[in-house]
């Protein structure tokens, strides 16, 4: 399966009353870059990231989000939704990100990375949009995107080949781990089956489900 990049975006500083971080800073507004650019290992060269905290990290090194549900939202809400907009670093056509596998890996111009958990919505993010039940309808929706771990270090620009390379066999979606975190707590068992995912998705679901810590 072959997607592409339609576009590589990158954060600059907004300083706002919603904004997350303590200094009232945060890098959700994302705009898309005229040349490739470096993702490595902790992050995208040149990307703001305001509250460290909650993003940021090897884990959550990328966030990528599709087109086609930013085409959902535009037609929902009645407005334009630039790339980057989601506060993306990718901006993906053709791939089924919600459907992506967790620890599936895409090849991506020089980059190989590989998806590990799903986006939490919060409440920055329905602060910039300036929809205030945006949290609840973006879980709705569960469509959250893509945090990606980079493995391979290098250049991504637009228009790039997103190929996916490897499909772990437990076959545990980033849409199911969304869904089992926020409406459908049934699904929570599953998660234990996804090796690839981050440690402290796996024993939120441990907590969750009463089982003693792993």
């Not at 997607?3 to 200094?23: F, H, K, L, P, Y």
């Not at 545990?172 to 440690?199: K, N």
């Amino acid at each position: 399966m072959t997607g592409r990049v339609a576009s590589v975006n990158v954060g600059i500083v907004t300083e706002a009353a919603w904004a997350g971080d303590a200094s009232g800073r945060s890098g959700i507004d994302k705009r898309p870059a005229d040349a490739p650019v470096l993702f490595r290992v902790d992050g995208v060269a040149g990307d703001f990231i305001g509250e460290r905290t909650h993003h940021g990290g090897p884990d959550k090194a990328v966030y990528a989000y599709a087109g086609e549900d930013a085409a959902w939202w535009e037609a929902d809400l009645g407005r334009t939704i630039r790339p980057g907009g989601f506060g993306e670093n990718l901006t993906t056509y053709a791939v089924d990100v919600t459907g992506a596998v967790i620890g599936e890996q895409w090849a991506v111009g020089e980059v190989l990375l590989q998806v590990t958990m799903p986006r939490t919505p919060c409440t920055t993010f329905a602060g910039f949009w300036g929809v205030p039940d945006l949290i609840k309808r973006f879980t709705a929706r569960a469509t959250p995107g893509a945090y990606l771990r980079v493995v391979r270090e290098g250049a991504v620009g637009a228009g790039d080949p997103i190929e996916i390379v490897h499909r772990p066999a437990h076959g545990v979606t980033l849409g199911e781990v969304f869904r089992a975190l926020s409406l459908e707590p049934a699904l929570l068992p599953r998660l234990l089956a996804a090796d690839d995912l981050p440690e402290p998705i796996r024993e939120k679901a441990r907590r969750r489900l009463g089982e003693p810590a792993g």
